[in-house]
């Protein structure tokens, strides 16, 4: 139900995926009626490999998360991630509000053990492929055991994902010198330092896209503003071109001849092939898709949550971060 | 001295940009013999408007600052700051290291009073325009009433520079609602809530590009990740559209045909318009240029100070915090 727009992004997004992946079926969660309405007229084979699960409520896009978690128990968001937890659902993906998503996943599918806080993980392009940013704006005020736990769940991602052994992992600072940034950035790289990770050091904003590293590591905040910022340059070199190819006959002639390039270049920065945020560290696969995000895009989502499943991501940080805290209670009774 | 090429950038720009403005005079800091060669066979109009200033040492581009500052009291940084404190010159440029730079405008000239620390604030393009952003990497961990101050100092050098009157200030966060962010964040609203600025409230990173206020307050671990990360975004974006432009002799000609198209729009996201970031909140102009620019990019630069000399934006700064100060007092007086 979620997004800007709605069913009629989902529910087409959702036949495709389940007409390029034979072996997968999909429990549409939200109103049965308008679910049924959209699905009317489909191909039998495939609309037997859907269930539509009713839900009577919607949890609205700007909606406070505690009071969405309070008041919205059938909520179509709630009853996906419940599905979940019960083991009927591999996996959960939503176009809906962010904020109440990730409480609600919290809520009821709660963390994994060794891990304070879920964050939020994104494959984003870089000039060398993706690099996996995390978080995204689950947390603010992170600590660095916090940060230490991040590098773990992305370095896990990008190998599940990506089949990278031991990715290299970059703490985002202000500068690439020990001695930059706050005391909790400090003591993030220290330990950071000494973990099992492929600790790459610190990196830089514009780290990110030169991908220097496979997985950077950040508070929420500066995750979050980081990549609204990139958004909406992004956002503006596009409209600075368009006005320019636009600007008189001749332009457009100019634009004309370069469409093939352009198109090109236009389908290689495609946002919506980037569309898929990871929620990492819960004891369930949640991922949330771009509210404003088109059919190409929601299906990218459902791409990202099914290869989460495949290869079994959170097994795999589940098992790292049980070996982190063997580590350190070894090490601990080592010191005493 | 500063920056990644030198004086093959400084000089030019400086014979440059004193051609442009008739009423300007230079001192020249640094090297008096690489100086004097770099002026050979110049106009001696112009020569008689530049005066050679020696320095005997250089701050490396990757020094730490406390040590340049402690290790290098004749650096051509330290003794053009020098001269803006003396009042002999009534603003200082540079290239070089940024940090060293902040440490020794900051050890020299000291703050305005009122203002704890100063800021590094830039002019960002945006699809409006420009939006100030500051600070962009000389504190981390700022205090809310050190947002606020960002919030006076930016609106006033937007006042003087681009002479819009009471304009608008937006706080960075993760979310436009009131109850995002940090306890820190929170502060910082309520006190930019009950100043005499024009407080739009909470903005997101991407507001930043889309113009929708005219200063943007922001710590500077976030801001410098921020415009970092814009800045690495943005090389990527350019580094996919040469490649997708050189790809084939077919897109060559594409390109060719697009050509004065490409070149409108290159000049319009061309960085270096936008070179020059203010050191604000010193009793004194400071002006700090990319390492990395062109003799373009450091004329921008030039510009920058002249404008803040032109506008007297450090007396505007100095009024409006001794004003806010009174208030303070004021209303704390009938609090008693």
Redesign the interface.
Known sequence: MGGDVGLKVTVPASIRFLKDHSDASLVLVGDSAALDAELTGIDPALRQRIRVQHASQVVDM?E?PQLALKNKKDSSMRVAINLVKSGEAQAAVSAGNT?ALMATARFVLKTIPGIDRPAIAKLM???KGTTCMLDL?AN??SSPEQLLQFGIMGSELVSCLQQRSNPTVGL?N??S?D?K??ESIKRAAELLRGSELNFYGNV???????GTVDVVV?D???G??????????????A???RE??M?SW??RL??L??????R??KN??DTRRYNGASFLGLRGIVVKSHGGTDELGFRYALEQAREEVRSNVIGHIADRVAHQLQNLKRSEAEAN
């Open positions: 700007d406070a904020g392009p870089s000039v704006g603010v005020d985002l202000i500068g010198e001695i940034g706050t830089e904003g514009n780290d990110v896209y030169k950040c929420g905040f500066v979050n503003v980081a990549l609204k910022s990139a958004e909406g340059l992004a956002y503006m070199i409209a600075f071109l320019e190819l600007r001749w332009t100019c634009a001849a370069a469409m093939p390039v352009l090109h270049f290689r920065v």
